[in-house]
């Protein structure tokens, strides 16, 4: 079953566009790797709204998400998730920034507290995904290239958000309304310090923004 997640009013950390194309440590898109993968993009793209959801997709669907196929790496930085082909939902809005800002696309990062497993009980993490903003429609919009899964569908989509988790207010869930420029450093540092993938998701990260 689709899930669909009810539009916020996004609020821009800077109302500069130039802002959302920087390249960081993280967002490293003149890397190689990031530039083959872009160029190929390209060209199966037919124009920008077109390039903005292959790359989302290829995201999405050919990077794993670490914790669904088990696996202990961790990854960070965009190059580093497409080398493996794999990150968690951190790693992975790393590398769609990446490739959306080597293309000249504006795109910034998204936060969710999400309960870490069903129940409050369980504990809560902080769930990344991105912003994008569309130049034909002045619009910007939320993208969650976490991958999908049973329970998990997330999808392209401008008029009406389809990410991969509703929020549940009542179990203390939140939805940040905030498209920063970076990727806020509690999650880096959760990546940068953590060398087992699998205890990091259980134990490591960040609770809260």
């Given at each position: 079953?689709?899930?669909?997640?009810?539009?916020?009013?996004?609020?821009?950390?800077?109302?500069?566009?130039?802002?959302?194309?920087?390249?960081?440590?993280?967002?490293?898109?003149?890397?190689?790797?990031?530039?083959?993968?872009?160029?190929?993009?390209?060209?199966?793209?037919?124009?920008?709204?077109?390039?903005?959801?292959?790359?989302?997709?290829?995201?999405?669907?050919?990077?794993?998400?670490?914790?669904?196929?088990?696996?202990?790496?961790?990854?960070?930085?965009?190059?580093?998730?497409?080398?493996?082909?794999?990150?968690?939902?951190?790693?992975?809005?790393?590398?769609?920034?990446?490739?959306?800002?080597?293309?000249?696309?504006?795109?910034?990062?998204?936060?969710?507290?999400?309960?870490?497993?069903?129940?409050?009980?369980?504990?809560?993490?902080?769930?990344?995904?991105?912003?994008?903003?569309?130049?034909?429609?002045?619009?910007?919009?939320?993208?969650?290239?976490?991958?999908?899964?049973?329970?998990?569908?997330?999808?392209?989509?401008?008029?009406?958000?389809?990410?991969?988790?509703?929020?549940?207010?009542?179990?203390?869930?939140?939805?940040?309304?905030?498209?920063?420029?970076?990727?806020?450093?509690?999650?880096?540092?959760?990546?940068?310090q953590n060398t087992d993938c699998k205890t990091m998701y259980l134990h490591s990260l960040p609770s809260?923004?």
């Open positions: 079953m689709k899930k669909e997640v009810k539009a916020i009013k996004l609020l821009c950390e800077s109302d500069n566009l130039d802002d959302y194309l920087t390249e960081t440590a993280e967002v490293n898109y003149n890397h190689p790797l990031i530039v083959a993968l872009f160029s190929s993009l390209v060209r199966s793209s037919n124009d920008p709204i077109g390039f903005v959801k292959n790359s989302y997709e290829y995201v999405r669907d050919e990077i794993n998400h670490s914790w669904d196929i088990q696996s202990s790496r961790v990854t960070c930085t965009a190059s580093e998730t497409l080398l493996y082909q794999e990150g968690i939902c951190y790693a992975k809005a790393n590398l769609l920034s990446a490739l959306l800002r080597k293309a000249g696309i504006p795109a910034g990062f998204c936060y969710q507290r999400l309960t870490l497993g069903d129940t409050p009980e369980s504990g809560y993490c902080i769930h990344a995904l991105n912003g994008v903003y569309i130049a034909k429609y002045d619009q910007w919009i939320r993208l969650d290239a976490r991958g999908n899964k049973k329970g998990v569908h997330a999808e392209f989509s401008i008029d009406t958000e389809k990410l991969a988790f509703p929020i549940r207010p009542e179990y203390g869930e939140v939805d940040y309304p905030y498209i920063f420029r970076r990727p806020n450093h509690k999650t880096i540092e959760a990546l940068r809260q923004l």
